[in-house]
C-alpha cells in the first residue's frame, strides 16, 4: 500500500529519503501550559489510576467495548491490558504511542488521563466471576429511567480525559485503533465543564440548565473512606473503584417554561450563585428546618434535599460533564449530563441516593436517565506492571493450581 | 405548566416568592480572561461580522436553517434577522439574550461570535434572486467529491465560534429555540482547533491526520482585497463575503497505513514543523523549483504544489477546524476537516485551487470532500440596525415601486 502510493506520488520520478523512526523527529515535549504555568501532564503510575481524584479536566470521552468473541479470553483481555498500560504510560506524559503515526498529536497531553474499567459482563464473559469485586453489580431498575440499550453496558470502559479536545481525539484513536481486532466499540459518550470559578478548577461547574452542578464533593481524607476499594474482597481490587455511568438527558423544552422561581425551587439552590435558598452563597450549608409562614424554604422534593447524603455513608465523588449533541430530527437539543459517580460501594452510596431521587425528586419531570452502566476502575499501576496484571496472574495461579 | 409543576412541587403547601427579572440576578460579566488577561468579547457591530477576519476560536458550530414553507416570505426572514441580531448583539457581549433561560450560561462568551449568511437556495426561495450576489452560486461537481445531501446546502447559516463549548452550546440553543416556529435545522457541524504556538492563536493548527494546517493565510489589507465584497454587484453587500464549506473526510485507516516519509511526500512538507521539504521553517517559502538528482524535492502532485494560489487573484482566507465525530457501527474514525473559506468570489479564488487539487493531489487517496455548501455571509451592522436590513429595506423600495 505505502509502496503504491509513494509510486503514485512520485508519477514518473523516484525519490529517495531517509527512513527517520517517528519518535525521533518529534519537537521537545510540552510539560507545562505557557498561558498558565501549569503543568499539564497528570501523573500515570500510581496507586490509584488517574481520572478520577485528578481535577477535572475540561473534556471527557468515555468509550465502551465489547471484546470479540473469539477473545473472550483472559489472554484476550491480558494483551488489550499490555497494549493500554503502554499507550497510556506514554500519552499521558506528552510521548508518542509506541508507532504512533500521528506522533504531533502527543505532545501537548493538557492533563490527559487514560482511565480502565471492567463491566460485570466481562467477569461473566471470561467466566471470572469469582473474581469479581461484590461492589460490581448492574444497578437496580429505577422507576424513573427510560434507558436505552445504544447507551449502557460494555465489558470494558476507557475514560479519557484532558484540558483540550486534540489529545482526547488522539488517544481515542490510538487506543482504538491498537485493539480493534480484538474488541469492537459499544458506545461513546463525549462531554465537556468549565469551572465556575477559574481559579478553583476542582470545584463547581454550570449545567446546561443553568443549575450549578457539583457543589457538595469529596476532598482528601475522604478518598480513602468513600472511593478507594480496600481489597477487603477482592485483593486484586485495592486501590480500584466502582464508576457508575449515568446519562442523564435534559428536557430543555419544558425545562424553559418554567419561572425561574419554579426552577429555583425544584432544584433547591439559586440559579445565580447556587447558593441553598436558605443562604447566601454556594458553599453555605442548607438548612433544611428553616420556615417562612410555616412552609419549608427548602422544599423537602427539590433536588438538593434528596441528592444529599442523609447518612453519612451515602458520600461519594460526582465528576459530571456536560454533553450536548447533534438532536434528532425536528427537535432542536439532544444536552444534558454525562453523570460519573465514583465510590467503593454503589449499592452503599448511590443506590440510595438514586432511589429517594427516583421516588420523588421535583426535578424528575425535567431530567430523564437514558444511559446506565457500571464499571470496576482498575487499581493502579507501578512501571513495569500493566493494567489489571494483579487479577490476571491471580487467575493464571487459580488454573495453575497454585493458590499459594 | 408553570403553575402545575409548582403546586406539584410545593405538595400539600404554597410558597410565595419574589418574581425578580432574570437579568437581574445575573452575576459581574466577565470582560476578560483571567488566565490570560486578554479580553474575552468580540465586538459585535462594524462594517463586516465576527467569526471571519476574528483570531480564530477553539470551537465552531455551524448551523444550517431552512425556513419553514409558510416562512418563505420577506417578512419571515426579516423576523428571524431581527431576532439573530438582538440575540446576537447580546450574547456575543456576555450579557444574557431577551427572555433568556439560561442566563448565566451567557456571562461568559469566551470570545462568542455569531455569523449569519445566505444560501442560494434563500433567494430561490424568496424569489429575490435580483438580489443575490453574482458571487454567490452552488460549487461545481469536482471528480473527488463523494457529496451526502445531510452535510450540504441549507437557506441560511450561524457559525458559532468561542474558546470554549459552553457558551457556542447555549447560543446554539438561544438561536434555534428563537427561530423554531420559522426554520428547522437542516445540519449541524461542529469543530475544533488549537494553535501550534499558544502565543500565536491566529497561526496555524494541527489536523488528525497530523499535519501542520493552514500556514498560507491572509493578513492585514489582504482582507479588503480578497475577502470583503465591495458592493460592485449588489450594493446591500458591501463588507459581506462568500463563505465556502467543505466537510472533507479523513480516511485515517489508509493514511495510517503509511510511512512518514511517504506522508511527507504527499504534503508537500515535514509532518514535525510543517516546513517545507525545501525547508527548515514552517514560515519559509516552498521552493517549487528546487530538484535533486534531478527529481523535484517538493513533488508537482503534493497537496502544497497544487493547494498553493498559482495566480495572485486565487488567495482566500482558510479558517478550518478539526471534527471528529462518533464513527458508524464497525468503523473507528469518523474524523476529518470542516474546511471554511471566506473571499469575495469563489469562482476566481477558491475554484480553480479546488479544481488543481481534484484533478491531481496526491493527498486525494487519503480524504474525501463529504459535504459542501456555500452562503452569503452578511455586511455588518450598526448598533440600531439588524442583519440584512439593507437587502430587506431595499426589497420593500422595490416592491413599493421606490427605487430611489
Redesign the interface.
Known sequence: ??EL??R????A????????G?AA???PRLVS????GEAAVEPFYGPHQGGVATVPQRYATLLAFDLRPEHRTVAGLRSIMKLWTADAARLTQGLPALAD?????AT?PARLTVTVGYGPTLFDALRLTRAQPATLRELPAFSVDRLEPRWGGGHLVVQLCAD???PV??A??VL??NV?SMA??RW?Q?G?R?PIR??DPAGSM?N???QVDGTVNLAGSQFDQFVWDHGEDQDWFAGGTILIVRRIRAE?D?????????K???VGR????GAPLTGHQESDEPDFDAH?????VI????HIALARHHKDSEQFLRRPY?Y?D??PA?Q??D?GLLFLAFQRDPAAQFVPVQQRISDGD?LN?WVTPVGSASFAVLPGVREGEYLGQRLLDAVDRATNGDNG
Not at 254 to 262: E, F, H, I, S, V
Open positions: 500500500m505505502a502510493s509513494r503514485r506520488l512520485l508519477g520520478g523516484a525519490l529517495v529519503a531517509g527512513t527517520a517517528a523527529v518529534v519537537g501550559d505557557p498561558a498558565t503515526t500521528e506522533p504531533e498529536l501537548s483540550s479536545p486534540l481525539s488522539h481515542v484513536r482504538t485503533k480493534r469492537t466499540v461513546i463525549r465537556f468549565e477559574t481559579e454550570r446546561l440548565m443553568g430543555m419544558t425545562w424553559d417554561q418554567l419561572g425561574r422561581d419554579t429555583e425551587l425544584v439559586t440559579l445565580g450563585s417562612v409562614g410555616g412552609i419549608p422544599p423537602p422534593n427539590s456536560n450536548d447533534p438532536p425536528g432542536i437539543s444536552s421535583a419531570e
